[in-house]
């Protein structure tokens, strides 16, 4: 098998964070977050996202996710997402299970293309916005967006706050779950601050396992009012490190040294090299705009089945014949021309 276009999460790990976490097992340190790391890793992301921002470690996005879920809402509430939402697909039900609240889905996808796929807008939110103050509907308290957004499209620094003002009206919340949230700011050419808290975010998932890290997420409360209980609920949820140091080095290295910037850099411009190279074979139909470093394809199924033997990547909407492919910090040149000279081999078998 080559090396294939499956996630950012096959990749391994950049050196600068191997060399971190070396160095952070140098000595003995307390535990569960009363480190040095992780004391220095709060007041950095104060200084990231603003006085007011709280972190919280965790093992992974789900954890993140459904943590930042459970600071906004209760069991009878619900959260409004696109139906395509990393929440509502690939969380295999976690947010219901564990916070006990609904999920209120949109479509964004059928109906919307270019640079609107997959997004949430005002208008579709507001078609889920009722049955306030009703005992038998669940009490919709806030709105989850993906930052990009599954379809590897951005919200803008507008539509952002739009959405965030919505939400507030009615008094809820806005959430971001932002595993790329590196890719998306690289993209627009803003601070994670600019995106998130300058807009009225008020929860944000924080990730780096995607971009280079080993085991980097977490949720980032940006709103005070929500910071409250949520030690015990991590605990609860089992996603408290004893050796919280390594998670917590991890992070420290990956926003002191530039290198969330680096790597996003680097994978989303892998992602135009291989659009453009795509977009050059014949048979091939790119669905969405590349806009961080996902890149969707149409092509024959025949052809796309045939190549999986070679490369690991996922179909995203079998019926349609759409795949996804993803680039990562350490994808090459090499590798998408290769992959490219055997689409193009496949092409002609077909």
């Not at 109906?111 to 009722?130: C, D, E, I, M, Q």
Request: with cysteine; charged share 25%; hydrophobic share 40%.
């Amino acid at each position: 098998m080559k090396r294939g276009f499956g996630s950012d999460n096959h990749s391994g790990i950049s050196p600068e964070v191997l060399e971190a976490i070396a160095m952070a097992n140098s000595e003995h340190a307390l535990a569960y977050g009363d480190d040095e790391y992780t004391q220095r890793l709060e007041a950095l992301i104060k200084a990231t996202f603003g006085e007011g921002a709280r972190i919280y470690l965790v093992f992974n996005g789900t954890g993140a996710n459904v943590l930042c879920i459970d600071a906004m809402c209760r069991s009878h509430e619900a959260v409004v997402c696109a139906e395509t939402a990393h929440i509502n697909v690939d969380e295999c039900g976690a947010p219901q299970r564990v916070v006990g609240c609904r999920l209120l889905t949109v479509d964004t996808a059928s109906s919307r293309g270019g640079l609107n796929a997959g997004k949430l807008t005002p208008a579709l939110v507001k078609s889920r916005l009722h049955g306030f103050g009703f005992e038998h509907h669940s009490q919709p308290k806030a709105i989850s967006i993906s930052q990009p957004t599954e379809l590897g499209t951005l919200y803008t620094l507008e539509e952002i706050k739009a959405l965030a003002d919505l939400a507030h009206s009615y008094d809820m919340y806005l959430h971001v779950d932002g595993a790329r949230l590196a890719n998306a700011a690289v993209a627009l050419g803003c601070t994670f601050k600019e995106m998130t808290t300058d807009l009225g975010v008020d929860a944000l998932s924080f990730g780096g396992t995607k971009n280079g890290l080993l085991m980097g997420e977490s949720c980032v409360l940006l709103n005070p009012a929500l910071d409250n209980d949520i030690l015990y609920r991590r605990k609860q949820m089992t996603q408290l490190g004893s050796k919280m140091r390594f998670m917590a080095a991890q992070m420290e290295c990956y926003l002191t040294t530039d290198l969330w910037r680096r790597n996003a850099e680097h994978s989303n411009q892998m992602a135009q090299l291989l659009r453009q190279e795509v977009e050059k074979v014949e048979g091939v139909k790119i669905m969405y705009p590349v806009q961080v470093n996902s890149v969707f394809a149409q092509l024959p199924r025949e052809v796309w089945k045939r190549l999986q033997g070679c490369y690991f990547f996922y179909d995203w909407d079998e019926d349609a014949d759409v795949v996804r492919w993803m680039c990562s910090f350490d994808t090459t040149e090499e590798d998408i021309h290769s992959f490219v000279n055997d689409l193009k081999e496949e092409l002609c078998r077909k």
